[in-house]
Structures are given as C-alpha cells and as structure tokens.
C-alpha cells in the first residue's frame, strides 16, 4: 500500500466527467482501502467556465486549456471524458508522447483509431484503457481482454444501445408507435435532440467495431460495420414477431469465421434490426439495458447484463481503469500488448440467415404461387407462410430457411417487378436460438 497520491487531468466535466469527480471526492476512503491508492485531481477542463456545474465540482480546478492538462508533468493519468474526434484525438496522443496514461470512453475515436492509439501507448510504455466506451457500466472490455485472452471467441451478440432498446421496448410492450417511443426517449433524456447516430445504429457501429477489434484480436474499424438501424421497424412487424415466438432488437453481431485449409479467418461485423427467438436471453433484455452475449469455443456460452449508459455506471467503468492505470503506473508494468492486423472483412452479402419478409399484393389469384416461384429460382426456401387479407390487397409472411443474403437480395428485386406486388413492408433477419448462422 502506498499513499502517493496519482494525480489525475479531467478532460471533459459533462455527465460523465462530473459523476467521475463526484465518486473519487466522495468514496476516496473506499477507494484507497480497496485499491491502495490515493486519487487526487489535478485539473479537469471544459469548454465554456460560465456553465453551472453540480456543487461538487472543484472550481478552482476548472481550465479552459486541455493541453496545459495533458502536458503538465504533475499528472500521471490523463482521463478523456470530452467526446468527438478533435481535440480529443491530439490531447490523448499529447498526453502518451509526455508518458501519461489514458484512460477514456469515446467509441468514436476508438472506433477509428484503437489499434493506432493502442500502438503509441506501447511505445511510450504506457496504457491507454477504454472500458466505458462499450457498454458503459459493464464490465466486458476487461473481460474480453483479460479473462477470455485465450479464448477462441466466436460470436459477440450484443444489445449496445440503451435508447434503442428502449424504444423496441416500448414498442413491443405498449404499442407504442416508433415516433411516439422516440419522443418519449427524448423526454427521459435516454435520446439526444437529433437521434440519428442511435437510431441509425451509428453509436452501436462503433461499439461493434471495438468488441469485433478486442474479441477477435484484429483490427476492425467503424467502416467495416455493415449498418441498418431502426427508423423502418413498424407495430406489424412486432405482431407478427409475437405471434411466432419472437421479439425485435437492435443487435451488434461480430462472428468469427475459420478460414478453410489452414487461411486466415475472416470477420463479419454487423448492427441492424433483428427477429429474436424469445428463448433467446437477449430477448429478455428490457428498456435502456445492454447485454452481451459471448460465445467461446471452451468457456460456452456468457452473458453480461447491465447500464450501458448514464453518468455514475460509466464512471464506475472509467473509475475501474484509473485504478489499473495507476497500479501499472506504480509498479512499471503496462497491460499486455499484442499487435492486431488488419482484419479479413467477410462480405455482408455472403451471410446465411433466415429472414422475415412482409409483402403487399393485390389480392388475386395466383400471385402467391408467382411470388413462391421468384423464391423458388433464387434457391431461398420457404419455412413458413401467412396471408392476412387487407381489402383489395393482401399481406404475405414469409419466414425463409437459412439462405444467403446475396440470394434473399436478388429475390426481392425480382419480387418487386411482379405486377401484382404492391411494396415490400417488411424485412427483418432472424437470429435462432443462440446463432446468427444456424
Ligand atoms: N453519457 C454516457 O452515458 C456515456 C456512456 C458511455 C460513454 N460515454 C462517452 O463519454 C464521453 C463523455 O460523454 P458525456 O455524456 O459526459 O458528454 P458531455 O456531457 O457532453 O460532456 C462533455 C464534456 O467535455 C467538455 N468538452 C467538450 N468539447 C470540449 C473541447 N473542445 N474542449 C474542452 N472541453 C470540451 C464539455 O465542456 P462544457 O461542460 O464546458 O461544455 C463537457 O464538460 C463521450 O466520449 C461519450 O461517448 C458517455
């Protein structure tokens, strides 16, 4: 045990930023007795010093200056709450070069720039450690890197945004339309005023990339995410998810597939809507909830459940790396490093799933058996089928057996130029009991 303090640069004092100093002033005790150090704030900037901030906050260690922070020699650990790519990206590289740790939450730098930030903390000796940049509060980064190292992981399966789920949530529970949960994300303060990186499985991308990068142990950017988000999902498609056994979520879906004859294995890394078995535990997972699902060739089958966002669980996350950060600090160790290469991008179009297709069609005689055979010559098979008249029209349902997404694609655009087929309305991929490819 030791009583030196580590002193620590605050970059950012937002919702993150400000619980992480309210914990370390308020638990210091807890904190040394439990770890063995002694946390001291050096300095914490922001952007605009007029802000209100909440009473705890030191005023007289607020700076408009973040790079006086990341190069003051005092600091040992520099903690990156701001967000974004610039400053952030300079500051965090500023503060490796004048061998300073890292500890910070931003999946969008990450997402980008991991494995390069990663090879400059090697270099310098020091860490740079992200555990609150996916899933917030869960500790599952650490558990991927650490725990797992050597587990040949092969499929993480994970619901990585709160406001999504929220929203399904109450679309599934309540009826509620998408726009009305929408408006309700945004009073509850789960959705930002311009909702697209959630909705549009921006946010959810980007966390992918970072477990696919960890799980895998390669490199696996933001632009190999293959992305849908959520903004067609409709009440239909839930009825029908219901009355099949089946629940709707915005799933994060990295997979490892082994290479044939001793290649390298490639990488599928995708977020879009997806039909979920309800025997499935991610079916279970409710409201802004994260969950994440780990399958591994010894270990079987992991679960990881927990508050994916809000200011105190993240910064029990950030609180967490801060520790390790200053425990490698102090003994001259850093974590282990291990290069990631670039990874092998399996195309998306070349995925096998089953899929949900809904489709409006005049109502007359025949059309079924045309659309059948449109499904027929592209090699889908059909598992099951359900009609509902709408008047005029009529809606067909159809759950495929495993095909692949190239073939399913090729079908609808074939589909599409049937004269009797009115729009597609529905179009969701199914995930089994457990597995995304059978
Ligand atoms: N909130 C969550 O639940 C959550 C969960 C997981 C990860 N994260 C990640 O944690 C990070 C922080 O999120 P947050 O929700 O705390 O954000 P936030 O509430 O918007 O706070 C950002 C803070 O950074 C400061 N800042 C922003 N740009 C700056 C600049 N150019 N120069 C100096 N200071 C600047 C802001 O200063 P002012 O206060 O003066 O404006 C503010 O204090 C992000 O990377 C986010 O993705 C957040």
Same mark, same amino acid.
Do not use: C, G, K, M
């Given at each position: 045990m030791s009583s030196i303090p580590v002193r620590l640069g605050i970059l950012g004092c937002g919702n993150v930023g400000a619980a992480l100093v309210k914990i370390i002033l308020e638990d210091q005790s807890l904190i040394e007795s439990q770890t063995g150090e002694v946390l001291e704030i050096a300095a914490i900037s922001v952007r605009d010093l007029s802000i209100e901030r909440p009473?705890?906050?030191?005023?007289?260690?607020?700076?408009?200056?973040?790079f006086s922070v990341v190069t003051d020699?005092?600091?040992d650990i520099v903690v990156e709450v701001m967000g974004g790519y610039d400053p952030a990206k300079a500051l965090i590289e500023e503060a490796l070069r004048a061998k300073k740790s890292v500890v910070t939450a931003n999946k969008t730098l990450l997402s980008d720039f991991g494995e390069e930030l990663s090879e400059l903390a090697r270099s310098q000796g020091r860490d740079i450690f992200f555990e609150a940049a996916v899933a917030g509060g869960i500790p599952l980064i650490r558990s991927l890197k650490?725990?797992?190292?050597a587990e040949r992981v092969r499929r993480v399966t994970g619901i990585v945004n709160g406001t999504t789920n929220y929203i399904l949530t109450r679309m599934s529970e309540d009826g509620t339309s998408y726009q009305d949960a929408l408006k309700s994300a945004q009073e509850l303060g789960?959705? +930002? !005023?311009?909702p697209t990186a959630d909705v549009g499985g921006i946010d959810a991308s980007a966390k992918a990339a970072i477990l696919a990068s960890i799980a895998f142990g390669r490199k696996v950017q933001y632009g190999d995410v293959y992305r849908e988000g959520i903004?067609?999902?409709?009440l239909d498609d839930f009825a029908f998810a219901k009355r099949h056994g089946f629940t709707l979520k915005l799933l994060a879906i990295c997979e490892w597939i082994e290479g044939k004859d001793g290649e390298e294995g490639s990488v599928s890394v995708r977020v879009h809507p997806t039909m979920v078995?309800?025997?499935?535990?991610?079916?279970?997972?409710? +409201? !802004?909830f994260n969950a994440i699902f780990v399958e591994g060739d010894s270990v079987g089958e992991l679960m990881f459940y927990g508050r994916g966002a809000g200011g105190l669980p993240t910064a029990s996350a950030v609180l967490g790396d801060i520790i390790d950060a200053a425990h490698n600090l102090r003994y001259g160790s850093t974590e282990r490093h291990v290069a990631r290469p670039a990874a092998q991008i399996l195309p998306f179009d070349e995925l096998d799933y089953q899929f949900y297709i809904a489709i409006d069609v005049s109502d007359r005689p025949g059309v079924l058996a045309q659309v059948a055979t449109v499904f027929g010559a592209n090699g889908v098979s059909i598992m099951s089928m359900e009609q509902v008249g709408l008047g005029q029209e009529a809606r067909l349902i159809f759950i495929t057996h495993q095909a692949k997404e190239r073939a399913v694609q090729m079908t609808l655009a074939e589909v599409r130029e049937l004269g009797a087929v009115r729009r597609l309305v529905g179009f969701i991929r199914v995930l089994g009991n457990g597995s995304a490819q059978g």
């Open positions: 009473a705890w906050v030191p005023r007289e260690l607020l700076t408009l200056d973040p020699p005092s600091i650490v725990s797992l190292a789960y959705a +930002e !005023a311009d903004t067609s999902v409709t078995a309800l025997t499935h535990p991610l079916s279970a997972v409710r +409201e !802004a």
